[in-house]
């Protein structure tokens, strides 16, 4: 069965950061292209950055400089790295994939941040 699972939240003070995980379970992982999406309490699902196969990038405006994407092929996972994190990026946030016109979505991941 096709699963994405996500690891990583947390509760951090401005400033501070962290690494989210999503862990894979296809072998053609290496194929997709994977994004991450946050949900904030009250708000619509917003896509945050997109990762390519060939590991071309791309952030929404208000992560730009402070997040950044990456993937390992090998370990079939999808990260997404945090700095400066700011109260606005409170959210839960969501790996997901699109393949053979289906989505998919993990379970997702609280990220909090508050002094």
């Known amino acids: 069965q096709v699963q994405l699972v996500e690891s990583g939240g947390d509760l951090v003070q401005p400033g501070g950061s962290l690494r989210l995980s999503c862990a894979a379970s296809?072998?053609?992982?290496?194929?997709?292209?994977m994004d991450w999406y946050r949900q904030a309490p009250g708000k619509q699902r917003e896509l945050v950055a997109v990762i390519e196969g060939g590991s071309i990038t791309n952030y929404a405006d208000s992560v730009k400089g402070r997040f950044t994407i990456s993937r390992d092929n090998a370990k079939k996972t999808v990260y997404l790295q945090m700095n400066g994190l700011e109260p606005e990026d409170t959210a839960v946030y969501y790996c997901h994939t699109n393949w053979g016109s289906r989505d998919y979505w993990g379970q997702g991941t609280q990220v909090s941040v508050s002094s």
């Open positions: 296809w072998d053609i992982f290496r194929f997709l292209t």
